[in-house]
Each structure stands twice: as C-alpha cells, then as structure tokens.
C-alpha cells in the first residue's frame, strides 16, 4: 500500500505518509480489517520531481501474504493506493541511526558514488529509503538506502536473487525485490 506525499522534508513525508497508512492497518479501509505492522517502512525519493522543484515522496507497508491478492479498499479520505512492485535488482546500503534528511541524502550520495566504481549501472537519481524498527527504538537501528541497478547484464541478479560485491564502502547487494 502506498501514500504519495509532497513535501520539502523526507522526514515530514515520511511520518505524514507513515500516519496515513497506519490508518488503513488499524481499519481505515472499507472491510475495517485490522492488519498486521510489516518491515519496512519504505519511502521512495524522486528528486525535482515535487512542487517547486522538491522532491516526491512514495512511502509504502508491505502487506502481510494473505492481504496482497485482495488487499482491504483504504478509505478514500487517506488517499492510499495499492502498488505491486516487480521484480528488479537493487544496490543496498545499510546505515544505523535515525532517517534523517541530513543523513539519507549522505548514505544515497556514498551509494551512487560506490556504484560510479563498479560495474552496476545506475540510470536515475530516485532511491529508496527502508527503516526496519520502530520510532522507540534508539539503540542498534537499522536501515537501508536501495538504488535501482540495470539488471539486464547482471545474470545473477536475475538467477539467482542475491549477489554481494564488496567495495571499499559501502557495501553493494543486488536483488531481486519481489514486491
């Protein structure tokens, strides 16, 4: 389920987009159906692509398996809508602490300049952000930044799911994302 948001901030898109489809797992859809919290949160960046050459937010919860063939209708005032993602390889940098504006733009940037070195080809400048805990939690936080790689030449990626490539930092996972 997705929630687009316009916003300057990736950290006000993120919890604005975040609260409404909180919403929709707490029975903000036309069933009322309570559906369980998955991992991650993620929130994708389109650089200039928002109002005054900001950038756009997509910020998505995977649904658990047994909503993703009929997922409950959201309400139509969260303005949700549902997103099938398919498969395509991504390069995955970890990073710890808090998602922040200062830090995500940071850990996207080491990314892409990672990728300029190796041979995966990065063809756009929107990436993703995934964040695994919860807002309590302050210790031992874990979250990713994904870049889309073209896959085309990457048989691995394609075959067999999951190739690491180490570099000096950070390093870069390719995967076949199922959403």
């Known amino acids: ?7 300057l901030s990736f950290h006000q898109a993120t919890k604005f987009g975040f609260h409404r489809l909180f919403q929709y797992i707490q029975g903000a859809n036309l069933n009322f159906s309570r559906i369980p919290m998955t991992k991650p949160v993620l929130t994708s960046i389109v650089p200039g692509s928002g109002p005054l050459n900001s950038s756009a937010y997509s910020v998505r919860f995977y649904l658990p398996l047994k909503f993703q063939d009929d997922p409950p209708v959201p309400l139509p005032e969260i303005h949700l809508k549902p997103v099938r993602w398919a498969g395509h390889c991504v390069a995955v940098s970890k990073f710890s602490g808090f998602a922040r504006d200062r830090n995500v733009v940071k850990e996207a940037e ?8 190796s041979s995966w080809v990065n063809s756009t400048s929107a990436y993703s952000v995934a964040q695994y805990d919860s807002p309590f939690k302050l210790i031992g936080r874990v979250n990713e930044v ?8 990457l048989d691995d990626c394609r075959s067999n799911g999951i190739q690491v490539v180490r570099n000096a930092e950070p390093t870069l996972t390719a995967l076949v994302s199922p959403f």
């Open 146 to 153: 994904w870049v889309d790689v073209d896959g085309s030449e």
């Open 110 to 117: 080491k990314l892409v300049a990672s990728l300029a070195r």
């Open 1 to 7: 389920m997705s929630a687009h948001v316009d916003h």
